[in-house]
């Protein structure tokens, strides 16, 4: 069958008649926390369509202080990558997903090509961090810097322009 209309995402084999392509993801988990992968399995990889516990979400959980985790998925699977922070600790990074620079809980691995993801926990320390400094001269330079628990304090003073937006409280 021929692509018509539509950009070709590379994502089927329509003459391919060798072993399934299976691309490894490595994940492990540094610090206080673990990460929960969960997906839909592609049609591909399901044995029996009448079996509906194949046809559903599939989970994997990945704990801290473990060796990496090693699992297989077909080309194009998208995996919701959920970090679940121990007490006492909050996310501090992500490494090998699709938004690697998001400091959000909830992230996505895109399967294009073999993987490693590494999610990064580190002790919730609050910290203060004040306006204007050498570190934070405005205040959308400390809100950004700003984590769970931050305080941002703001000299007197009048402040101009627009802020990106986040959680925070004012």
Known sequence: RLDTG?????????FYTGKPIQYKLTASVIGGGRVTLSYYPALMDINDL???????????VVESNQPPAVYYFSPGTTIDANALANPGY??????????????????????DG?????????????RTLN??????????????AAREGDTVV????VYYGGYLAQILTI
Do not use: C
């Not at 009448?50 to 994997?60: C, I, K």
């Not at 306006?131 to 950004?144: E, F, K, L, M």
């Open 114 to 126: 073999d993987k490693v993801l590494v999610v990064y926990f580190e002790k919730k320390i609050a």
């Open 131 to 144: 306006v204007p400094s050498g570190a934070y001269p405005t205040i959308q330079a400390a809100v950004n």
């Open 154 to 157: 703001v000299d007197q003073g």
């Open 50 to 60: 009448t079996d509906p516990n194949q046809l559903g979400l599939v989970t994997y």
């Open 6 to 14: 539509y950009g070709d995402m590379g994502y089927h084999y329509p």
């Open 90 to 111: 909050r996310l501090l990074k992500w490494q090998g997903t699709d938004a690697d620079a998001s400091t959000a809980n909830l992230n996505t691995v895109t399967v």
